[in-house]
């Protein structure tokens, strides 16, 4: 039986939040603030075409520098330029630098994003149980993650937020779950942290030193290798399975502390 925490640290994607469908690397709106932006200097047709490849990349990318032992995050520019625009004339690349948060922000936001079932049920029992909760998530635009929070009232809920794009690293770096733990005030040892993969989320859990490693699963999840080394201390399927949890290891404390 896990120990009760003393705070969630909870991933964004396949934990709080779900896309029923894949991202489209181009969205049509992308696209045309793309061209307009450089004046129609390259095609819609080829801005659709690195949209695609430099989607593939960035994500190549991110699973290459996950293997590392304390990666972190490219800064918007960086993004644009080492993987879209790498082939477009100076003043294009330029024009696109010079909105890279706004494009990012864009770039990230889905249409399709809904809460996961049982997360508010969740989080609301957390919170008025005392836990502080955090937001820990790899992204490349934080500021469309916190929006979504804000749109669907999850805000208030939490202590803090912790993105890569803001924060700097990336998981399975512990430092990112390290800096939301100490933004909420409560030991790296107290917390539970609850995500959607092993070799990002579990794998940064137990090098921070969580308490306990909780993995929500999500398409995401099934997509990954299993690893003996990196074994969760519990698996769930949704919030309302996060929350049975939880409640199991609130009544242990409740037992262990009335036979004391």
């Given at each position: 039986?896990?120990r009760?925490?003393?705070?969630?640290?909870?991933?964004?994607?396949?934990?709080?939040?779900?896309?029923?469908s894949?991202q489209?690397p181009?969205?049509?709106?992308?696209?045309d603030?793309l061209?307009?932006?450089?004046?129609?200097?390259?095609s819609?047709?080829q801005?659709?075409t690195?949209?695609?490849?430099?989607a593939r990349?960035?994500?190549r990318?991110?699973d290459?520098?996950g293997?590392?032992?304390?990666?972190?995050?490219?800064p918007?520019?960086r993004v644009?330029?080492d993987?879209?625009?790498?082939?477009?004339?100076?003043p294009?690349r330029?024009?696109v630098?010079?909105?890279?948060?706004?494009?990012?922000?864009?770039?990230?936001?889905?249409s399709?994003?809904?809460?996961r079932?049982?997360?508010p049920?969740?989080?609301?029992?957390?919170?008025?149980a005392?836990l502080?909760?955090?937001?820990?998530s790899?992204t490349?635009?934080?500021?469309?993650?916190?929006?979504?929070?804000?749109?669907?009232?999850?805000?208030?809920?939490?202590?803090a937020?912790f993105y890569?794009?803001?924060?700097?690293?990336?998981k399975?770096?512990?430092?990112?779950?390290l800096?939301a733990a100490d933004a909420?005030?409560v030991p790296i040892?107290a917390?539970?942290f609850?995500?959607?993969?092993?070799?990002r989320?579990?794998?940064?859990?137990r090098?921070?030193g969580?308490q306990a490693a909780?993995?929500?699963?999500?398409?995401?999840?099934?997509?990954?290798s299993?690893?003996?080394?990196?074994?969760p201390d519990a698996?769930?399927?949704d919030g309302?399975?996060l929350?049975?949890l939880l409640?199991r290891?609130?009544?242990?404390?409740?037992?262990?502390?009335?036979?004391t």
């Amino acid at each position: 039986m896990l120990r009760s925490p003393s705070a969630l640290l909870l991933d964004f994607g396949g934990v709080l939040v779900d896309a029923p469908s894949p991202q489209p690397p181009a969205p049509p709106d992308l696209v045309d603030r793309l061209s307009y932006l450089v004046a129609d200097t390259v095609s819609v047709q080829q801005i659709a075409t690195d949209l695609r490849e430099g989607a593939r990349a960035y994500a190549r990318w991110r699973d290459d520098i996950g293997r590392t032992s304390h990666p972190v995050e490219l800064p918007h520019a960086r993004v644009w330029a080492d993987f879209v625009t790498r082939t477009w004339s100076q003043p294009a690349r330029d024009a696109v630098e010079r909105e890279a948060t706004a494009l990012a922000y864009v770039w990230t936001w889905r249409s399709e994003w809904q809460v996961r079932p049982g997360i508010p049920e969740a989080l609301q029992a957390a919170s008025d149980a005392g836990l502080p909760l955090a937001v820990v998530s790899n992204t490349l635009c934080g500021a469309a993650h916190r929006e979504f929070l804000a749109s669907v009232g999850l805000s208030p809920l939490f202590a803090a937020e912790f993105y890569s794009d803001e924060a700097g690293p990336r998981k399975p770096n512990p430092q990112l779950a390290l800096l939301a733990a100490d933004a909420i005030d409560v030991p790296i040892g107290a917390c539970w942290f609850i995500g959607d993969t092993l070799g990002r989320d579990v794998a940064c859990a137990r090098r921070a030193g969580a308490q306990a490693a909780i993995l929500m699963r999500s398409p995401r999840t099934d997509r990954e290798s299993p690893r003996a080394d990196l074994r969760p201390d519990a698996e769930v399927d949704d919030g309302y399975e996060l929350l049975a949890l939880l409640r199991r290891a609130w009544g242990a404390s409740v037992a262990s502390s009335a036979r004391t």
